[in-house]
């Protein structure tokens, strides 16, 4: 059965680049097969999409967060990268990543089970 | 972009039913038949429960059934159960082939 795992620091220090990585586990190709999601949900609040990319490179992004968000996807390693540059407080939040299915792609339908990011000097 | 609109809170007793709504605007929930729900218990991941505004995917109880009308996209549970008691969050694709979620809406099994 598929399932994705997160990982990365815990702690990231203000203005600096946080990184996290998405490893799928249960069907090696399946990094090249689907679309992947990334997902934000602050302390205590709502979910927040970040952004999303097809295994061909293809790329969609949260317009608020476009400028300081990078995504990409190593087939050969079965996992999806998720880069945040200049982070602040306000990008403390437990971060998931998800595959997306479905006719249109639309369905967040397996998830990990999330990471949490604190952004503290 | 802004996220869609959901009530803070709803609430039933075991065996009625509930529905929570889920208002966006033409750009999004109401130009496409792409709205999704979740289900999210305290400390764990979020659970797809609807899809395509009214495919439930396997495994997800016949009591939940999600509608749309115009703009505003809605999920039913009936014969509430206990076990329902989370945060419920929809999603739908926009105009600008971006994603945005609902603010949440907690359901109390009263």
């Known amino acids: 059965q598929l399932q994705l795992q997160e990982s990365g620091p815990g702690l990231v220090k203000p203005s600096e680049t946080q990184s996290l990585t998405c490893t799928v586990f249960g069907d090696s190709k399946s990094s090249s097969r689907y679309y992947w999601g990334w997902i934000r949900q602050p302390p205590g609040k709502g979910l927040e999409w970040i952004g999303t990319?097809?295994?061909?490179?293809?790329?969609y992004y949260n317009p608020s967060l476009k400028s300081r968000v990078s995504i990409s996807v190593d087939t050969s390693k079965n996992q999806i990268s998720l880069k945040l540059s200049s982070v602040t407080a306000a990008d403390t939040a437990v971060y998931y990543c998800?595959?997306?299915?479905?006719?249109?792609?639309?369905?967040?339908?397996?998830w990990g089970q999330g990471t949490m990011v604190t952004v503290s000097s | 972009q802004s996220a869609l609109t959901q009530p803070p809170s709803v609430s039933g007793s075991p065996g009625q039913s509930v529905t929570i709504s889920c208002t966006g605007t033409?750009?999004?929930?109401?130009?496409?038949?792409?709205v999704s729900w979740y289900q999210q218990p305290p400390g764990t991941a979020p659970k797809l429960m609807i899809y395509e505004v009214s495919n439930r995917p396997s495994g997800v109880p016949d009591r939940f059934s999600g509608s749309k009308s115009g703009n505003t996209a809605s999920l039913t549970i009936s014969g509430l159960q206990a076990e329902d008691e989370a945060d419920y969050y929809c999603s739908s694709y926009t105009s600008s082939i971006t994603w945005v979620f609902g603010g949440g809406t907690k359901l109390t099994v009263l």
């Open positions: 998800a595959r997306q299915t479905g006719y249109y792609h639309d369905a967040f339908d397996i």
């Open positions: 033409s750009s999004d929930v109401g130009s496409y038949n792409r």
């Open positions: 990319i097809y295994y061909s490179g293809s790329t």
